[in-house]
């Protein structure tokens, strides 16, 4: 991974974990896999492994290639695509699976798995979200979901979740274009969504987040969100009782992260 050249023992732990993520969807050897929203390619990585050399990973993404920083997600696709998992990723930045025209070659059944993983709050909005899970229904048999969960094990885990209510507020201001969090959702708010894109979910798992840095990231980019507003306007005073919340309980460095949660669905 391209990231791993600035800091090899965050990438290991982001790795690790999605190993587990892997490994509790059952992916096996020889599978096709459709990855929506796959970033900078943590999970693509993940799953190219998993899929071995008979299996493929098509990763797609809405971003540009030059979406990212302090490594683009073009980037980091190229240093993969240039390794041994390389032959069996296809990556494609600024696409959209509800672009009907994008994906008119996607026939039904051509992958055993959908994945989304940790992008759901990304998109604009629940409606959104809905369709796109909708659209991708007929492609594969099994959708395989990870995200994090809105409700906090211990207090420790508040900074994380004040950081991304924050975006999200943020957002529904028309701020926040830029932010990793646009409409945050519960587990409960998720499943509502899957019957009526037409699949049936199992029982959602917590999976152990220890370790993971994204707290540390998401109150970071809500303080910088925060600094970029008009002090005087309507969403700086809404979000300030939130920054007023954060700042006492967040630590430096080392936040401990919201757990998550995954579930698989047919």
Do not use: K
Not at 210 to 228: C, H, M, P, S, V
Not at 253 to 261: Q, S
């Amino acid at each position: 991974m391209a990231a791993a050249d600035r800091d090899r023992a965050v990438q290991e732990v982001q790795t690790r974990y999605r190993a587990e993520l892997v490994r509790r969807w059952d992916i096996a050897p020889g599978a096709r896999v459709l990855e929506v929203g796959c970033g900078q390619g943590d999970m693509t990585a993940v799953l190219a492994d998993a899929v071995g050399p008979h299996g493929h990973v098509l990763a797609v993404d809405v971003a540009d290639p030059s979406y990212g920083a302090p490594v683009t997600v073009g980037d980091s696709a190229a240093r993969l695509a240039a390794g041994p998992l390389g032959p069996r990723i296809d990556f494609r930045f600024g696409f959209d699976v509800l672009d009907e025209e994008a994906t008119s070659d996607f026939a039904d059944g051509a992958f055993d798995h959908v994945v989304l993983a940790h992008c759901s709050w990304y998109f604009a909005s629940a409606e959104q979200l809905t369709r796109t899970l909708a659209r991708v229904r007929p492609w594969a048999r099994t959708l395989c979901f990870a995200e994090w969960d809105l409700t906090p094990r211990s207090a420790d885990r508040i900074p994380h979740l004040l950081a991304v209510l924050a975006q999200g507020q943020a957002f529904a201001y028309g701020h926040g274009e830029d932010a990793n969090v646009r409409v945050p959702m519960s587990r409960d708010a998720l499943r509502a969504l899957l019957g009526p894109a037409g699949w049936q979910a199992t029982a959602a798992e917590t999976v152990e987040t220890t370790g993971l840095q994204d707290a540390d990231w998401e109150i970071a980019i809500f303080r910088n969100l925060y600094a970029t507003l008009d002090p005087g306007s309507a969403v700086a005073r809404a979000l300030r009782p939130t920054l007023d919340a954060l700042d006492p309980l967040a630590l430096p460095r080392g936040n401990a992260t919201l757990d998550a949660y995954t579930l698989t669905a047919r």
